[in-house]
Structure formats: structure tokens, C-alpha cells
């Protein structure tokens, strides 16, 4: 019996038909974990950005 066991095993280890998944798995949490890790060092480009855009508006309505 103990063959037999090790021959499933075996099978088990050559399969790859879900590889791809689990592939894509760890890239979407790569890209998660950069997204996270990038998002609180644009947060003050993204506040300038806002706030020329605001100037320009107020600018705008006063004229």
C-alpha cells in the first residue's frame, strides 16, 4: 500500500492544471501590496493638484 500512496503523490506533484490561477493569485497581491505601499507618498501630489484646481475655479467664479 505504501507504493500505491507514494505513486499519488507523485500524480499529484506533475499536475498543473490550476497553476495559471495561482499564478495570477500572486501577482494581483504583488500589485496589491505596491498599490497600498505607493498610495500614501501621492497623497500630497494629489492635495497640490486639488488645490490649484480649486484656485482656478474660485478664480473663475469671481471674474
Avoid at 3 to 14: A, E, V
Avoid at 16 to 33: H, P, V
Amino acid at each position: 500500500m505504501p507504493l500505491f500512496r507514494l505513486l499519488c503523490q507523485w500524480k499529484f506533484w506533475r499536475d498543473n492544471r490550476g497553476q495559471d490561477l495561482i499564478e495570477y493569485a500572486l501577482m494581483c497581491a504583488g500589485f496589491s501590496m505596491a498599490i497600498v505601499a505607493v498610495i500614501p507618498n501621492l497623497q500630497p501630489l494629489f492635495s497640490t493638484a486639488f488645490s490649484n484646481i480649486e484656485s482656478v475655479l474660485v478664480a473663475a467664479s469671481a471674474s
